[in-house]
């Protein structure tokens, strides 16, 4: 067996995979629609402190004083109903440390997305979250003894509320945007990671996202603080069943480096096409830090993700490399923030977008470099590829500099695959498809670089399942 | 059934405008033929009418290989039945590299379900690269990116040797290569010349033909072929040049219709 193969089956996500769900069974349901009961449910159930109650009471009050941004997006988000949505659903379960502990049905769930064999392989701690809660969470025994903190985000906001508390809600306050202040209001599950200063946390840890519930919202709450000088690599998978009915995913995502620190976020999601995909993601980064997001967006009727960094320190590095593929129907509006805040910070966007049948690709980016800074640099590159003539991509790149001791760049670029191309391919016994996907995985290869080996083989499965079912 | 590629009455336009206006052409397994012709006589149609590009219609006329009916398949069949166009002007496929697309073009050529074995794969490419005298760097770079003439020229000969055609056809091979390349790309060939495959080389210049020595010579002239010969026919081509073999030709359609 080659070691593509080997690391394939390692890597055992794919649409047909996740492509079942069980019988619905819950312990704890909030039924459907939101009001203040719905948030007094959901803290209830998690026996929450009145400050947390307080918050997301505040969230939910923000939430609904803001209008829906479809000024400048797309309409489609008015037809999110949220009444119908149900806001929390959980089995009861408190996350085990031991794979025989959970449910039998949650078990099978993530064990034919190969959860556990992949935290065997090469994980050095896992979370799986079903529906509202985390149903397993472990971290390698090593990794805790040098303190590192990897649990889901309602067990790190009881049991360590002394970190917790001072960085949650201060990278993405509430009001950010109307989804966020909703996540706010509602959040459950999420994760919690804290490494403690000069830890090297050299696997990566992962968390594994799944929707099993028709109709539902996960509003998952993530935050991250790495130390001064310590090292982390995140990834994070996402999968849903495909529903007849909208479900929703609006998570938040907080990352804390502190000086000298290096965060590197992973997102492979591979949503179903009804799944509204609606996520704020945000980190700062201080002085000497380095965050890099690395994001793939896959499925999912609409996305609307931006992930930003705040360069708040001196020489703080801030990159966003996203690969998005909107398929027929689908549309996936995604870029990136850069916020300058402190000299010699520098910034590095790459996007590359595809486009299939009527998809809609969108970039917007924003950078943005005050007048009292010096030395600052700031690189954008966002190229788009159209696969049919009814194929759609936008771009809206917004680059705010002040003053004139900065570098900036820009380039843009779209092409489309050329009928040359594929008649080229096609006469060495490609077929359509084939050729089709071969073109796409060549547009994107130098971005899929950037990601880890099993995540790239993982990336490039999806691709071609996805290029598979376009061309029929 | 006969073992040839054959080309009976081939009528075909491009853009409304007809090109082959009834190519009559036999190419039995074994043998090399070349087809010489003025510029705009229909010699590169007729290699993407065989490969089956889109924008060439087929107006009547057959064409086929071992028997199988060519104009019936898609152009990946055709290939894998065991068809091969050598590019005049091969395209770039940005990021894909050399050794993932051939791999990708003979994993084609399995059943489902079986993989390539990768380590044979590359000895075996290796093998065909050092032959062409191709830096066996070139297996990451993609295809024909930012290559010269003289490689995009061998990568196409590459190809055909990974991929072992039954019927080749090289459309102006030739052009753009020194003689240095001429003659590296000319023994590629020759050593894939066998009686169990067929070659058709289009070609403009008689010098291409004092390396690749072919058994039949043709002379396409206004989408027809107007005259066959040995190899020495090339020989007389290039001497007095075309004008004698229109005439040659004008002359009996004259007679015919007298």
């Not at chain 1, 085990?96 to 078990?107: A, F, G, I, L, M």
Request: aromatic share 8%; net charge negative; glycine share 8%.
């Amino acid at each position: 067996m080659n070691q593509d193969t080997a690391t394939a089956e390692a890597v055992n996500i794919n649409q047909d995979v996740g492509d079942f769900s069980f019988p619905e069974d819950y312990a704890y349901d909030a039924g459907t629609g939101l009001s203040e009961k719905t948030v007094e449910y959901i803290s209830g159930v998690k026996k929450e402190e009145k400050w947390i109650l307080d918050f997301r009471k505040k969230a939910l009050k923000i939430f609904e004083g803001k209008p829906l941004p479809t000024h400048w997006a797309s309409k489609d988000l008015e037809n999110i109903i949220f009444n119908d949505i149900r806001y929390y659903l959980a089995k009861g379960q408190q996350p085990t440390r031991s794979w025989d502990e959970v449910p039998d049905d949650v078990k099978e769930t993530f064990e034919r997305l190969g959860i556990p064999e992949k935290e065997r392989k090469f994980l050095a701690g896992v979370e799986a979250q079903f529906d509202s809660e985390a149903a397993y969470s472990n971290v390698k025994v090593e990794l805790e003894k040098e303190g590192v903190i990897f649990v889901n985000s309602t067990e790190g906001l009881r049991e360590h509320p002394e970190i917790f508390r001072k960085w949650f809600g201060k990278v993405i306050p509430t009001g950010d945007n109307k989804y966020s202040a909703l996540n706010s209001a509602v959040f459950s599950g999420g994760s919690f990671i804290y490494v403690p200063p000069g830890v090297k946390v050299k696997h990566p840890l992962q968390a594994y996202f799944r929707i099993n519930a028709e109709n539902f919202g996960q509003f998952e709450r993530t935050l991250i603080i790495v130390d001064e000088g310590a090292e982390v690599t995140y990834m994070e998978g996402c999968t849903a069943p495909k529903f007849e009915t909208a479900t929703l995913h609006s998570a938040v995502v907080e990352l804390v480096a502190m000086p000298n620190a290096k965060i590197q976020y992973i997102t492979v999601q591979n949503w179903s096409a009804n799944v509204f995909n609606l996520v704020t993601k945000r980190a700062v980064a201080y002085e000497n830090a380095e965050v890099r997001w690395i994001d793939c967006n896959i499925g999912s009727r609409l996305t609307m993700k931006y992930p930003g960094v705040v360069l708040k320190g001196r020489k703080a590095r801030g990159e966003v490399i996203s690969i998005a593929l909107a398929n027929d129907g689908q549309h996936q509006d995604t870029g990136a923030k850069m916020i300058h805040a402190a000299d010699e910070t520098t910034s590095n966007v790459i996007s590359k977008s595809i486009s299939v049948g009527t998809g809609r690709s969108t970039y917007r980016g924003m950078v943005h470099i005050p007048k009292h800074l010096k030395g600052c640099r700031n690189n954008t590159e966002c190229d788009a590829l159209l696969i049919n003539a009814n194929s759609r991509t936008d771009t809206y790149p917004a680059i705010t500099v002040k003053g004139n001791q900065h570098v900036t760049q820009h380039e843009a670029s779209v092409s489309q695959v050329s009928e040359e191309q594929i008649f080229y391919m096609k006469q060495r016994g490609l077929n359509e498809a084939e050729a089709m996907s071969l073109s796409v995985n060549g547009f994107v290869n130098d971005l899929v670089r950037e990601f880890p080996m099993e995540y790239s083989v993982e990336l490039k499965r999806l691709i071609d399942l996805e290029m598979e079912n376009s061309v029929g | 059934m006969s073992q040839v590629l054959s080309i009976k009455n081939l009528k075909a336009s491009v853009a409304g405008q007809e090109i082959l206006k009834g190519l009559n052409l036999e190419v039995p397994q074994g043998e090399v033929h070349a087809i010489m012709g003025p510029n705009g006589s229909g010699k590169s149609t007729l290699a993407k009418v065989l490969a089956g590009h889109e924008d060439y219609e087929v107006i009547s006329g057959e064409a086929s290989m071992d028997g199988e009916d060519l104009l019936a398949m898609e152009i990946d069949e055709r290939s894998r039945a065991g068809f091969f166009l050598a590019f005049q002007y091969p395209h770039e496929i940005p990021g894909v590299s050399i050794a993932n697309f051939i791999r990708a073009a003979r994993q084609a050529r399995l059943g489902k379900g079986d993989e390539l074995d990768a380590v044979a794969f590359y000895k075996e490419m290796y093998g065909k690269m050092d032959e062409l005298k191709i830096d066996r760097s070139f297996t990451g770079r993609s295809v024909n990116e930012g290559f010269s003439g003289g490689e995009k020229k061998r990568l196409e000969i590459l190809q055909m040797m990974m991929l072992e055609p039954k019927y080749a056809v090289l459309d102006e091979t030739d052009s753009g290569l020194d003689i240095d390349a001429l003659k590296i790309v000319a023994a590629g060939v020759n050593a894939m010349r066998s009686p169990q495959r067929g070659f058709l080389v289009i070609t403009h210049y008689q010098r291409l033909l004092d390396y690749i020595v072919p058994d039949v010579v043709h002379v396409l002239y206004k989408g027809k072929i107007i005259k066959t010969g040995g190899k020495d026919l090339a020989l007389e081509l290039e001497e007095k040049g075309y004008d004698w073999v229109i005439q040659e030709f004008a002359d009996k359609e004259v007679a015919v219709e007298a």
